[in-house]
């Protein structure tokens, strides 16, 4: 069972649009983090959001913890933004220190000019 | 400050044959973690260490993969003999204390078994 869910699949865009990708858990979580990979290229960190709103730069995530959910928003899009993103929820790991993640398959955007 | 470091970058091997990956953790994360991401997938956690320490190695098949951290910095991932279904990538990630806030991934080792 897939427990990280994302959509869409993938994303085609025009320079200058908007994107919203989602991301939903079948279980229950309360740290959701987005990741960001170019073809070839290392998983690089976007945004941490446990809940609520978080903006960094062009990127806004919305996680609604409740409805296990979470959303990644980009504006005004640029063809550099071209790639996947991944979304992960932390899954605590009861009896033992530390917790691991678990990702979806991603959103594959690309962005023409 | 250097990122994680892995090795090789690439490897092709035929079934059965042996394979070894080698990964450098950013200096003081004490939590290290292996992933193996298929094509097209998202990364799928095989095992991860706090220190010297295996915390969970339950998604790790253990008949062919191992994975060592003996002085709680480098690691080591083995796959004794490779099957076809192993072709993937393999992540080496690290964080200080497990914290996702500090979670600095490396660029992986692309393996295919012909």
């Known amino acids: 069972e897939q427990q990280v869910q994302q959509s869409p699949a993938s994303l085609v865009l025009q320079e200058a649009e908007n994107a919203e990708l989602q991301c939903s858990f079948s279980i229950f979580t309360n740290q959701v983090q987005w990741f960001y990979q170019r073809p070839g290229g290392r998983l690089v960190s976007l945004l941490y959001n446990p809940s609520g709103t978080k903006q960094s730069g062009r990127l806004t995530s919305t996680t609604v913890i409740k409805e296990r959910r979470s959303s990644l928003h980009i504006s005004s899009s640029q063809i550099t933004d071209s790639g996947t993103y991944l979304c992960a929820m932390e899954r605590t790991n009861y009896g033992s220190s530390g917790n691991k993640l678990i990702f979806g398959i991603g959103t594959l955007l690309s962005v023409k000019p | 400050e250097a990122g994680v470091t892995q090795s090789p970058r690439y490897a092709v091997l035929q079934e059965g044959q042996a394979v070894s990956f080698w990964c450098d953790p950013i200096?003081?994360?004490?939590?290290l973690y292996w992933y193996q991401q298929p094509r097209d997938q998202g990364p799928q956690l095989l095992v991860y260490f706090r220190d010297e320490a295996v915390i969970d190695n339950s998604q790790l098949p253990s008949d062919r993969f191992s994975a060592v951290r003996p002085k709680g910095t480098n690691s080591t991932l083995k796959i004794q003999s490779a099957k076809q279904g192993d072709t993937a990538t393999y992540l080496c990630?690290?964080?200080?204390?497990?914290?996702?806030?500090?979670?600095?991934f490396g660029s992986g080792t692309r393996l295919t078994v012909l």
């Open positions: 990630a690290s964080s200080l204390g497990g914290s996702a806030e500090t979670l600095y």
């Open positions: 200096s003081g994360h004490d939590t």
